[in-house]
DNA sequence: AAATAGGAGTATT
DNA sequence: AATACTCCTATTT
């Protein structure tokens, strides 16, 4: 049937520069000889180097007057490579592929029935094609035309407002948990939806709280039911949302997966949606994969403008994508299963959790523990009943014991309190990682968590870097923008990696001999006046 | 003593 | 085949 144009990959690992030939716009002389001499990136480096370059970039101009860098990292990307740099036209993002996993496809279905793409969009509150090259020649002229949002998107009619009401209190209050600034959208999103979508909200509210047959007791959301159907009401807007901004892009949900291209559709869908104003493209030229490695502050960085907002609905899409990994993995695992306890959720002070922990803890932490909800339903949870039946992290950590030799700690008999919680936070941290790390392989399968051992040793070192709240005792940045980082406890950090890839004996000794691997691959290097633990990747990877 | 460096064989994917 | 794991010796900090 329908396929995906970017076949999942093992995303990053086609990043990692082999021995192939750098592309035409790097060579300084077209000699495939001296091309295939300088067969690694740390070879380029070094031969740019000698042409007193010393930097890993060469800017390549494209139609448009500007340049983009260009990285010989690019030479082994064996699909889709990033067509502006023959050619600036991209070509319609909007290619009907396969419904994306797992959802219902009924949207998907009216998009194949739509005879033309003009007639298609004509179903969307602006014209994206239009929008997309107003943005481009926004951002990539100096001249600052300003961009036009319609009406109805910045003031949605003013109905529901006994739902945007309703929302709020709730959104706000998860807004400032995570830091967003998009929940705002939300009440507006409801609004805007077609009336049988508002319908069926409505309808879902009322089957998840009957009991006065109201939307909120005492129009107070703050009530234990009416928290759960606000949360669900958020969650569903956000799946949706992420569903239907899918199908018009034509990129995977699963942030991880999408490419070059699939990452610029995105930023420029989405700055538009949140009317951003222009984002430095050039410096978002990357995979998805290592888009979601970035940090809050390097969106900042990267977009002063808006940036923090781009940050914050990558983190949903990214959460929503954990959500519905777990989900499907949780409806498959309850066939075969029975009942997990719930189990009072341990509160975990870090900004952006998967939001599914966020909401239960925030669950959890306002109403008394209510009776587990079984879900009885076969296919995919929906986002209210999997909110209220999601495990907390120490029973998904026993759930998790036949999967994995390290979610094992019965051990823990003569080990204090203190060990114990260390490794529960462990635990969440593997947890963590590995749904971010299934999202990689784009699987919605059950696959029983082998995923994250499919990580590259310095992606995973950026991912402990990009959680310092969590990590930062362990691993840090020295100098973010040029890459360098401190591995302030090497035995912690081998021992997180040798969770990750099912190592048991992994220690310092040879995660060191691994990233010293990276020097000959041109992926990490010593910093100029070597310092004990610490490292730097090399330009690339630095991003 | 711990970290660094890199050779070499093996395992995993 | 690529990447990482493992074990190793030698050297540096």
């Known amino acids: 049937m329908l396929v995906y144009p970017h076949s999942p990959i093992d995303s990053m690992a086609q990043l990692v520069p082999c021995s192939a030939a750098f592309p035409q716009p790097l060579m300084q002389q077209p000699n495939s000889a001296a091309i295939q001499a300088s067969s690694t990136l740390a070879d380029f480096n070094q031969q740019q180097q000698h042409n007193g370059g010393g930097q890993n970039f060469l800017e390549v101009p494209y139609a448009g007057g500007q340049t983009v860098p260009s990285s010989p990292t690019f030479s082994t990307w064996n699909y889709s490579p990033p067509s502006y740099w023959s050619d600036y036209n991209r070509s319609p993002p909007m290619v009907i592929k396969s419904e994306p996993l797992g959802c219902n496809n009924s949207q998907t279905d009216e998009i194949v029935a739509a005879s033309s793409l003009e007639e298609l969009l004509d179903d969307y509150t602006f014209d994206y094609y239009s929008d997309i090259k107003d943005l481009e020649e926004n951002n990539n002229s100096s001249s600052s035309k300003p961009i036009t949002i319609k009406q109805e998107e910045q003031q949605p009619n003013q109905g529901h407002a006994l739902l945007r009401q309703c929302l709020r209190p709730a959104a706000d209050d998860y807004q400032q948990r995570c830091h967003l600034q998009?929940?705002?959208?939300?009440?507006?999103?409801?609004?805007?939806?077609?009336?049988?979508?508002?319908?069926?909200?409505e309808m879902s509210i009322k089957t998840e709280k009957p009991a006065n047959g109201a939307y909120w007791p005492n129009g107070n959301p703050n009530s234990a039911q009416g928290l759960a159907s606000v949360l669900s009401l958020v969650m569903e807007q956000v799946n949706?949302?992420?569903?239907?901004?899918?199908?018009?892009?034509?990129?995977?949900p699963n942030p991880s997966q999408w490419s070059v291209d699939d990452v610029r559709a995105w930023l420029l869908w989405t700055s538009r949606q949140c009317a951003l104003g222009p984002i430095p493209l050039e410096r978002f030229h990357m995979e998805g994969a290592v888009l979601v490695a970035l940090t809050e502050e390097e969106f900042r960085s990267r977009a002063p403008q808006g940036g923090d907002t781009l940050y914050a609905k990558l983190d949903i899409w990214r959460s929503a994508w954990n959500q519905r990994s777990a989900a499907a993995a949780a409806a498959s695992k309850a066939a075969t299963v029975s009942t997990p306890q719930m189990v009072p959720t341990i509160q975990v002070d870090e900004p952006c959790a998967d939001m599914s922990d966020l909401l239960a803890c925030w669950i959890n932490t306002t109403q008394d523990l209510q009776q587990p909800q079984q879900s009885s339903s076969n296919s995919m949870?929906?986002?209210?009943?999997?909110?209220l039946a999601v495990p907390s992290p120490a029973s998904t950590s026993s759930q998790r014991g036949a999967l994995s030799p390290y979610s094992d700690h019965t051990h823990s008999g003569s080990e204090d309190m203190a060990s114990e919680m260390e490794e529960i936070e462990e635990e969440e941290d593997e947890e963590r990682a590995g749904s971010s790390a299934s999202c990689r392989t784009g699987q919605t399968a059950p696959t029983p968590s082998p995923n994250g051992s499919h990580i590259h040793l310095w992606q995973f070192l950026k991912e402990l870097l990009s959680q310092p709240a969590v990590h930062g005792s362990a691993i840090r940045w020295l100098d973010r923008?040029?890459?360098?980082?401190?591995?302030?406890?090497?035995?912690?950090?081998?021992?997180?990696?040798?969770?990750?890839?099912?190592?048991?004996?992994?220690?310092?000794?040879?995660?060191?001999?691994?990233?010293?691997?990276?020097?000959?691959?041109?992926?990490?290097?010593?910093?100029?006046?070597?310092?004990?633990l610490v490292y730097q990747f090399c330009q690339p990877y630095a991003l």
């Open 481 to 532: 923008q040029r890459g360098v980082f401190k591995i302030e406890d090497s035995v912690r950090v081998a021992k997180l990696w040798g969770k990750r890839k099912n190592r048991p004996a992994m220690n310092y000794d040879k995660l060191s001999r691994s990233i010293r691997q990276y020097y000959r691959k041109g992926i990490m290097k010593k910093t100029e006046r070597s310092q004990r």
């Open 381 to 387: 949870l929906s986002a209210g009943q999997h909110l």
């Open 182 to 201: 998009f929940l705002n959208q939300i009440g507006s999103a409801i609004a805007a939806l077609p009336p049988a979508q508002q319908q069926h909200q």
């Open 240 to 252: 949706e949302e992420v569903r239907s901004t899918c199908e018009i892009l034509g990129v995977s």
